[in-house]
């Protein structure tokens, strides 16, 4: 199968991330920028990045790229480029775009050109003058900036944040992609009890289960290039049973999720069936003044309230300095915590000792990284006589 240049699209601040992972898939022959990360693959590597990747937002084909200085420009050069080769007569191929930093600033219009020049080069293969559009969906995106056109098409449909699980949505709800990013940023060891102990509606902790069991977050979806008639339906049930293969779904794991509303842990509790990690995860309403563990070594990764709304600051900055006092009864642990609160470090009363800026939505946040010491090395002949209970 031949090379395909593909793009996974990323929220600013995970790229590197997001790089990782298509280098744990195989991909290794990839390039980060703001944004994206840009890979190489043949039509499998479609397939198992949208079913794998835990980080990334989308899956783009990039069909083409050049500078566009006109509009006239922008329309040869993308008729010029193989839409025939992804895009069957009967196909439905909507035109989105933006442009930043470009001559070429009129969306409506870069957007009308480009739809245009694909039909003019599918007339060409095709013999006809006018499409239907009534088979797969092909979404096409412009993306302008500055003035060097891309051209690409989605392949996953819904963002890949959609895992098929969460159906009802608590307030201010974390994006499971910013989720698994600051579980795999923390490196948490899946031998290793975590707790969250803002759980809301049970994010965090569903896709640490996820990643401690292995299962694919893709597994119980759909994507747009499913449909496609280029992939065949075989190299997908390939990469389905890959995934499957690979899971771990009766692996055994200490994942915690705790929080004070009723309704937020009826909500995570619910999500953990329908993501199947019940079994999982503890969930168990409980303030976090209340939080303690008789294990030595953990994780904490949690979103707290950040106190955006008029009114909740004292309360919040209250919440912070508890957090300081309670974590620090847990010394030995880790601890991250994700708030675009600016004095979180004064209130927590300790720096952190690494910070990422992250977006939680369009909310610039940071990613406070509090590392506890290793625990001790035990030695083979303990470690064995501990799996044998003796």
């Avoid at 191929?93 to 480009?114: R, Y």
């Avoid at 009766?250 to 019940?278: C, N, P």
């Amino acid at each position: 199968m031949a090379k395909i240049q593909l793009i996974a699209t990323a929220t600013f601040g995970i790229e590197a991330v997001v790089g990782r992972e298509l280098k744990k898939l195989g991909y290794e022959d990839q390039f980060i920028e703001n944004g994206r990360v840009t890979f190489a693959g043949d039509e499998s590597a479609i397939c198992r990045s949208n079913l794998w990747l835990r980080t990334a937002d989308r899956v783009l084909v990039k069909v083409g790229e050049f500078k566009a200085l006109s509009f006239e420009e922008l329309f040869e050069q993308t008729k010029a480029l193989p839409w025939e080769e992804w895009i069957p007569e009967d196909a439905e191929f909507p035109v989105e775009g933006k442009s930043i930093d470009s001559k070429l600033f009129s969306v409506p219009d870069c957007q009308a050109i480009v739809k245009k020049a694909i039909v003019e080069k599918l007339k060409q293969k095709y013999k006809c003058e006018w499409f239907k559009e009534t088979g797969p969906k092909y979404t096409i995106e412009v993306g302008l900036l500055k003035d060097v056109a891309t051209l690409t098409i989605d392949t996953s449909g819904a963002g890949l944040h959609k895992r098929g699980y969460r159906k009802l949505v608590g307030g201010a709800p974390l994006k499971e992609t910013l989720a698994s990013a600051m579980i795999l940023i923390s490196r948490w060891n899946k031998d290793r009890v975590l707790i969250d102990p803002f759980c809301g509606s049970g994010t965090i902790p569903i896709e640490a289960a996820l990643i401690g069991r292995n299962i694919a977050p893709g597994l119980k979806r759909e994507f747009a290039a499913e449909k496609w008639p280029r992939i065949n339906k075989d190299i997908w049930e390939k990469a389905r049973q890959e995934a499957y293969d690979l899971a771990e779904f009766d692996r055994e794991l200490r994942i915690q999720g705790s929080d004070i509303d009723d309704e937020a842990m009826s909500l995570a509790r619910y999500h953990a069936k329908q993501a199947g990690v019940e079994s999982a995860i503890h969930l168990q309403r409980m303030p976090m003044a209340d939080l303690k563990s008789r294990y030595k070594y953990g994780f904490i990764i949690c979103n707290p309230p950040y106190g955006e709304r008029l009114g909740e600051m004292n309360e919040v900055e209250d919440l912070y300095r508890q957090m300081g006092r309670v974590f620090n009864s847990l010394d030995t642990w880790s601890h991250y915590v994700i708030t675009s609160h600016p004095n979180f470090e004064k209130l927590f009363g300790r720096r952190a000792d690494k910070k990422r800026k992250l977006y939680n939505g369009r909310l610039l946040c940071n990613y406070y990284q509090f590392f506890g010491p290793p625990p001790p090395k035990i030695r083979e002949e303990d470690k064995q006589l501990q799996e044998q209970n003796i």
